[in-house]
């Protein structure tokens, strides 16, 4: 079954609205989390890396204040769209690990898309 | 950093036969490869995967074999059948990233019965 659930699986969200999208590992501790964003017929782009109670690192060309992470607990990871706009609809992947060296776990992934 | 170059981006086989999938690394540093199946619409999931101190592992019909000194690691799926369809990713994972993954660009595997 599932180790790592993320919840919408879809939104539809009007733009200049927010959505948040949550990423909860089910059965262990994640002291890391990653999110991903992948359009149609593309890889996996990292967008940032989570690690509990600490800011997110984001990687190059991702901008924070667009894209809110927040990693409150070893379960939970949330990302925010803020004012989103229709190029932001994407397949938004997040994925999971105890820690370095670790197996790590992709949730089923959430399509945003904006209006 | 790390970059992950995969070929062919797509490949079609017969019902039964082998496929292999290919991709190369620029991290001599990177410890990590998993590769992973996703379907359409869902998120990735994690086929099997080989750490840097081995050359070779095997699942099943599934194998992968890592050659460090030339940094480049592969896919093989044995007997393939029709649910093998699918797109594959490799990735690596560079030393001392915490976890961060670093994708391939994908393989569209189609196997016809």
């Known amino acids: 079954g599932a180790v790592v659930s993320q919840h919408p699986s879809r939104v539809i969200c009007k733009s200049g609205t927010s959505v948040k999208i949550e990423c909860r590992s089910l059965d262990f501790q994640a002291t890391t989390m990653f999110w991903y964003r992948q359009f149609p017929k593309q890889s996996l782009m990292l967008m940032a890396t989570s690690n509990e109670g600490s800011k997110a690192t984001y990687e190059q060309g991702v901008e924070k204040d667009k894209f809110l992470i927040n990693h409150a607990s070893l379960t939970l990871s949330t990302l925010t769209v803020t004012s989103a706009h229709p190029e932001d609809s994407s397949f938004y992947i997040c994925?999971?690990?105890?820690?370095?060296?670790?197996?790590?776990?992709f949730g089923e992934g959430s399509w945003l898309t904006v209006v | 950093g790390e970059n992950v170059e995969q070929h062919p981006s797509t490949l079609s086989v017969q019902e039964g036969d082998s496929a292999v999938i290919k991709c190369t690394y620029s991290d001599s540093a990177s410890n990590y490869f998993p590769w992973y199946k996703q379907e359409l619409g869902k998120g990735p999931q994690l086929i099997i995967d080989i750490r840097s101190n081995v050359g070779e592992k095997k699942d099943q019909r599934i194998a992968v074999t890592l050659n460090k000194t030339a940094k480049h690691f592969s896919l093989h799926i044995t007997e393939t059948q029709p649910e093998d369809s699918a797109v594959y990713f490799c990735a690596a994972s560079p030393l001392n990233q915490g976890g961060k993954l670093i994708f391939g660009q994908g393989t569209e595997l189609s196997v016809k019965p």
């Open positions: 994925s999971a690990t105890r820690g370095p060296g670790n197996t790590i776990y």
